[in-house]
């Protein structure tokens, strides 16, 4: 498995951004498709977006195409979230997890490590 730390939460006002980070461990980084959840309260946790193992392929939730975008770093064992353009409704514990395989995939169920969350809260 794999150890993931995210970090980069915090509260912002509608309009505003945030880049969340999430730094791995463990295991071959490159070698592993890397997603981003969340999770807003009362609700299930939801695909955010992923990005390959390479990095050259990426995916995302119809509710944040065009506003967020998803990138990493091999060299630094990191993913990244930016978020742009934050909408009340983005507010959510996000998660970051590791694939099990270096493909693309927004199913939970293809995540084998997951970090503890970092809580993004967008004021209207």
């Known amino acids: 498995q794999v150890q993931l730390v995210e970090s980069g939460g915090g509260l912002v006002q509608a309009g505003g951004s945030l880049r969340l980070s999430c730094a791995a461990s463990g295991r071959t980084f490159s070698r592993n498709a890397m997603g981003w959840f969340r999770q807003a309260s009362g609700n299930e946790r939801e695909f955010v977006a992923a990005?390959?193992?390479?990095?050259?392929?990426?995916s995302y939730a119809d509710s944040v195409k065009g506003r967020f975008t998803i990138s990493r770093d091999n060299t630094k064992n990191t993913v990244y979230l930016q978020m742009n353009s934050l909408k009340p409704e983005d507010t959510a514990l996000y998660y970051c997890a590791a694939d099990r395989d270096t493909y693309v995939s927004r199913s939970l169920s293809e995540y084998d490590s997951w970090g503890q969350g970092t809580q993004v809260t967008v004021s209207s």
């Open positions: 990005i390959s193992g390479s990095g050259r392929a990426t």
